[in-house]
């Protein structure tokens, strides 16, 4: 037996106990004629000690040799600590050593086994071994296990059946592209790695599974954007005999029982905005709100007056900064140079100081008046102590940039806090999205998303004003969940195939097997898929996926680790029938 | 809202209620003057009724034009039945329809969606989405579902974590062929699918993570023998700071609880036997000891005598067949040729009739006498009524023939009962197994496994010798599970690749990076992998692992539902910098 309590076991009320703890060595101090060790494991650090008056001499030679992330053994008696540390949770006592046993050395690691380490990323990502044994890391994937237990316990309570769907697939045009796995026994033919298993799902629902989830691997060979990686894990979800509203309530309650679960919080119902809303108030279909600084727009406030800016945009719009009237003529000129990055896009950026005097202080003072300002400040919700920040142009880009610059007021202002939780449903998407470079319109959630009833018309005359029944689940500025009603009559279907701009051979070629489907009694569906390594991120009250992820991939998907990516074999090569083309 | 209730919940103290149902029409009794439908969702089947005085004229009408599989909602009330069927949980109502939609029509599907349906299995994996409406498959899926809730609930509960390793890692030349993924980004490069996340949960143990599982898809590139699916799914597990004792009796602990939740059978502590055991008492690694039929050897009782067969033979072995002493000759001959068929490949078998009067019959009589069979009856125990079955030859070839002998005559005795659960582990495998083709030795479980303690010597003089702590958990002849204690000394590890037949170079390029963790305090660690697959079918009572999976492919590794592996487009080869050398 390597152990009989763990690092983080033992307390006062074990005092006299003997034990035996495996573990490594996270820390030795050495006085000479007594040595104390910490002993690290999973569970915790316990203090060993060895000294000159009870420990055997050979023993505290022996223990003046350890280094640190050496594996040992020990044996001894659980006793009360001199001076306790009310930090750790075994702070009140120590074990005195009677018996040491090395286990395994280790070499010198190339970073600290500690909650701050010297290590940087690439090191860190190198031994991602090493870095699992540090607390904030080995916290995360247990903090991501409790998450996923949750997730299955609450949808199977409600009668969700999980099923494992295929891997090996079939490659779709549509959308990002496929990871492709050539088939040896199938000579010239390759499988896709699934993006997701959106036609499986539909698929057991024709099958009368009504009920279905999956926690699951997809894969996107992406060129990776920070934060992104090329296997990512779903919470993939679809229900059968249900309308838009089954489906919001249903995963709304599991939200809310996570967050009770995980925080304790009790969440009230969740609010629901229009995609249009959104774009409208916030700039972005998937808002922050656990801050106001709502969007105002000034166009009927501040047009037909001297100001030209204004007179020749198309858009006008404002927020309040909630106590940056107090802002330097600097500060603010920092902040407008913040918004004419590239990253953010703005021309320049009008301000108004709303005082705590109820005055009014704004760099286009000669072109309105008190009044003017009285009404831009209502309309922006502001308050005397606000800044009120206004930017102009095109409407698109204007929303998006004064969208950025909310975020980013908010996070000067510490208003985006990591413990509190504001999730809302983002509802009612246009069905079609415009791809600027071809003209041509395109899914925006998927080919199999069902347009709003009586839009199905539109689709000709004016395919970008559509609707859609497809929502998001929004979490503190993150989209953590989308999904949509599906079209289930293959003729609807066939249908958008051809506003998708599918030839029917194409659309037979990829979809084929989803339309034959649906000849045979396909029930009316939808569902959602959730991200969780994001989903477990912000739960977890941070924003970057890659530390949930247990063996993450850099930004060109590569393991560093392991080293992946490989070369591999002309033998293997051959077997598949392939020769490399560089 | 498309249903207020399943089609499997109405009971006679619903009588008098409205009620929305939603489903498939199963079957349509057309009297003329009354219609009966059964309809059906996953939950079971419910009888609405539409007849001439109560119903709707037009709605009759409606009724008479439903084909099998429509998907229709209805509106109704719950009536008592006027002949009740005592098979079904809703026999004891109807449903007087009210209103009756028609949300989607169905095609004629090309087999029946009956429990005994008249489609073949050739036609039902084309058409994989219908016959997930028949029960025998929806309810090994749902089945499957529950099974791995529990597994799940009883590994986290004894503080497992779930942790996901990545999909996309690296080749190894190791046991079976990987499934290749061409890199795009990383051009003439390649990741590989998993054969199992063996290195990295090997990685884990090094991080610290001391109780780590994963239920997760695994990938061999393998020719299909039948009941083999190259994506097949694992319950995968390790520990650290354990020995084979703390693993065995873990996930002893995991059977008995599975065993206890899902079948409400107490178990007792689990047989061991060695693997040499094993194979003397069944010829087998992986016993069904549902049923006795030991095995007897005979060699000292049956070798120098006048029969020739016998005495040239290095083994001969028997075993009684319960209650076959009233074979006929005939029925004896047929036997014969059974085992002589090439599958078996034995040249022929002595018997011995252990008559009711206890008197013997032998084909061997004119060699030996009523004293000889009377030995030969203890050594098999037989007991009056029995037929002794006697095979010759070489040692293991004999034994593997009896052992296939063995299951045949318990198949044909109804003793391999679907719902007895036998379990044992079989412990103490050899290290190194002889490719007979080779002449080398290779890891019998796989490179990391550990020598029993002392044995290292022998791998340089006796490698088929050496025993492993490695062990099998065998269910009713199936293995399913296996494991180790694997090695965690970077030096036992560098001998074991050697003997294995890795150069240093190939053993770095391979493996250097669990060499490399293994610097830095691995601990003892060991674990072992469930094949979740024929877990879930033997927990049914089944042995056909496909009947357990959704979307399973056939021999060919084909998906005949998607048609995958398809071929792509040139484009998209192109992209990943290859060309087809076919």
Same mark, same amino acid.
């Given at each position: 037996?390597?152990?009989?309590?763990?690092?983080?076991?033992?307390?006062?009320?074990?005092?006299?106990k003997?034990v035996?703890l495996s573990g490594?060595?996270?820390k030795?101090?050495?006085?000479?004629?007594?040595?104390w060790?910490?002993?690290?494991?999973?569970?915790g650090i316990?203090?060993l000690?060895?000294?000159?008056?009870?420990?055997?001499?050979?023993?505290?030679?022996?223990?003046?040799?350890?280094?640190?992330e050496t594996v040992?053994?020990?044996? =001894?008696?659980v006793?009360?600590?001199?001076?306790?540390n009310?930090n750790?949770?075994?702070?009140? $006592?120590?074990?005195l050593?009677s018996s040491?046993q090395?286990?395994?050395p280790?070499?010198?690691?190339?970073?600290?086994?500690e909650d701050?380490?010297?290590?940087?990323?690439?090191?860190?990502m190198k031994?991602?071994?090493?870095?699992?044994?540090?607390?904030?890391?080995?916290?995360?994937?247990?903090?991501?296990?409790?998450?996923?237990m949750e997730?299955r316990k609450?949808?199977? %309570?409600?009668?969700f059946?999980?099923?494992?769907?295929?891997?090996?697939?079939?490659s779709?045009?549509?959308g990002?592209?496929?990871f492709?796995?050539?088939?040896r026994?199938n000579?010239?033919?390759?499988?896709a790695?699934?993006?997701?298993?959106q036609?499986?799902?539909?698929l057991?629902?024709?099958?009368?599974m009504?009920k279905?989830?999956q926690?699951v691997?997809?894969?996107?060979?992406e060129?990776?954007r920070?934060?992104?990686?090329p296997?990512?894990t779903?919470?993939?979800?679809?229900?059968?005999f249900?309308?838009?509203?089954?489906?919001?309530?249903?995963?709304?309650?599991?939200?809310?029982?996570l967050?009770?679960q995980i925080?304790?919080?009790?969440s009230?119902?969740?609010?629901?905005i229009?995609?249009?809303?959104a774009?409208?108030?916030?700039?972005? %279909?998937?808002?922050?709100?656990?801050?106001?600084?709502?969007?105002?727009e000034l166009?009927d406030?501040?047009?037909h007056?001297?100001?030209?800016v204004f007179?020749?945009a198309?858009?006008?719009?404002?927020?309040?900064?909630?106590?940056?009237a107090?802002?330097?003529?600097k500060?603010i000129?920092?902040?407008i %140079?913040?918004?004419?990055?590239?990253?953010?896009?703005?021309?320049g950026m009008?301000?108004?100081?709303?005082?705590?005097?109820?005055?009014?202080k704004?760099s $286009?003072?000669?072109?309105?008046?008190?009044?003017?300002?009285?009404q831009?400040?209502?309309?922006?919700?502001?308050k005397?102590?606000?800044?009120?920040?206004?930017?102009?142009?095109? =409407?698109?880009?204007?929303?998006?940039?004064?969208?950025?610059?909310r975020?980013?007021?908010?996070?000067r202002l510490?208003l985006?806090k990591? %413990?509190?939780?504001?999730p809302?449903?983002v509802v009612?998407f246009?069905?079609?999205e415009?791809?600027e470079e071809?003209?041509n319109y395109?899914?925006?959630h998927?080919?199999?998303?069902s347009?709003?009833?009586g839009?199905?018309?539109l689709?000709?005359?004016?395919?970008?004003a559509?609707r859609a029944?497809a929502y998001?689940?929004?979490?503190?500025?993150?989209?953590i969940?989308?999904g949509?009603?599906?079209i289930?009559?293959?003729d609807?279907?066939a249908?958008?195939?051809?506003h998708?701009?599918?030839?029917?051979e194409?659309?037979?070629?990829q979809?084929?097997?989803?339309?034959?489907?649906?000849?045979?009694?396909?029930?009316?569906?939808?569902?959602i898929?959730?991200g969780?390594?994001?989903l477990v991120?912000?739960l977890?009250?941070q924003?970057?996926?890659?530390?949930f992820?247990a063996?993450?991939?850099?930004?060109?998907g590569?393991?560093v680790?392991?080293?992946?990516?490989?070369?591999?074999d002309?033998e293997?090569?051959?077997?598949?029938h392939?020769?490399l083309?560089?």
């Amino acid at each position: 037996m390597y152990r009989n309590v763990t690092c983080g076991a033992l307390r006062s009320t074990d005092i006299q106990k003997e034990v035996i703890l495996s573990g490594w060595v996270h820390k030795v101090r050495d006085k000479g004629f007594v040595i104390w060790v910490d002993l690290r494991d999973r569970y915790g650090i316990t203090q060993l000690v060895f000294d000159e008056e009870r420990s055997d001499k050979s023993l505290l030679e022996k223990a003046k040799e350890l280094g640190r992330e050496t594996v040992v053994q020990i044996e =001894g008696t659980v006793i009360e600590r001199a001076s306790k540390n009310p930090n750790i949770p075994t702070g009140d $006592v120590e074990v005195l050593v009677s018996s040491l046993q090395i286990l395994n050395p280790s070499a010198l690691p190339p970073f600290t086994i500690e909650d701050d380490t010297d290590g940087g990323d690439d090191l860190r990502m190198k031994y991602r071994y090493l870095d699992i044994r540090r607390n904030p890391v080995k916290n995360n994937l247990i903090f991501r296990h409790k998450v996923t237990m949750e997730v299955r316990k609450y949808l199977s %309570d409600q009668g969700f059946i999980e099923v494992e769907t295929p891997y090996l697939i079939k490659s779709t045009p549509e959308g990002a592209r496929d990871f492709l796995v050539p088939s040896r026994m199938n000579e010239g033919q390759f499988y896709a790695l699934p993006q997701s298993p959106q036609t499986f799902k539909q698929l057991l629902m024709v099958g009368g599974m009504d009920k279905y989830f999956q926690i699951v691997k997809c894969f996107r060979d992406e060129d990776l954007r920070a934060d992104r990686q090329p296997e990512f894990t779903q919470i993939d979800c679809e229900m059968a005999f249900v309308e838009q509203e089954d489906i919001l309530n249903t995963f709304e309650g599991l939200t809310k029982y996570l967050l009770k679960q995980i925080h304790n919080i009790d969440s009230g119902d969740f609010p629901r905005i229009t995609y249009d809303e959104a774009m409208r108030t916030y700039g972005n %279909d998937k808002p922050d709100i656990r801050f106001g600084m709502k969007f105002g727009e000034l166009n009927d406030l501040a047009q037909h007056k001297e100001f030209s800016v204004f007179n020749s945009a198309e858009l006008i719009v404002g927020i309040a900064v909630p106590g940056a009237a107090s802002y330097t003529r600097k500060e603010i000129d920092k902040l407008i %140079d913040w918004v004419k990055r590239p990253q953010v896009g703005a021309k320049g950026m009008v301000y108004v100081k709303y005082n705590e005097d109820g005055t009014f202080k704004s760099s $286009v003072d000669k072109f309105y008046d008190t009044s003017d300002f009285a009404q831009w400040a209502e309309r922006t919700q502001a308050k005397p102590g606000d800044l009120i920040c206004v930017l102009s142009g095109n =409407g698109n880009e204007t929303r998006s940039q004064l969208s950025a610059l909310r975020m980013e007021m908010a996070e000067r202002l510490g208003l985006r806090k990591p %413990d509190e939780f504001a999730p809302l449903w983002v509802v009612d998407f246009p069905l079609l999205e415009l791809d600027e470079e071809t003209g041509n319109y395109h899914a925006m959630h998927h080919p199999f998303t069902s347009p709003k009833p009586g839009q199905m018309e539109l689709l000709e005359s004016d395919p970008g004003a559509v609707r859609a029944n497809a929502y998001d689940l929004v979490l503190n500025g993150n989209e953590i969940g989308g999904g949509s009603i599906r079209i289930h009559d293959k003729d609807i279907q066939a249908t958008m195939f051809k506003h998708l701009g599918f030839t029917p051979e194409e659309a037979r070629a990829q979809f084929g097997f989803l339309m034959d489907a649906f000849q045979y009694g396909a029930p009316p569906h939808g569902g959602i898929a959730f991200g969780l390594d994001r989903l477990v991120a912000i739960l977890g009250g941070q924003e970057t996926i890659r530390d949930f992820i247990a063996f993450p991939k850099n930004n060109s998907g590569r393991d560093v680790m392991i080293d992946a990516p490989a070369t591999i074999d002309e033998e293997q090569l051959k077997e598949l029938h392939l020769k490399l083309d560089l």
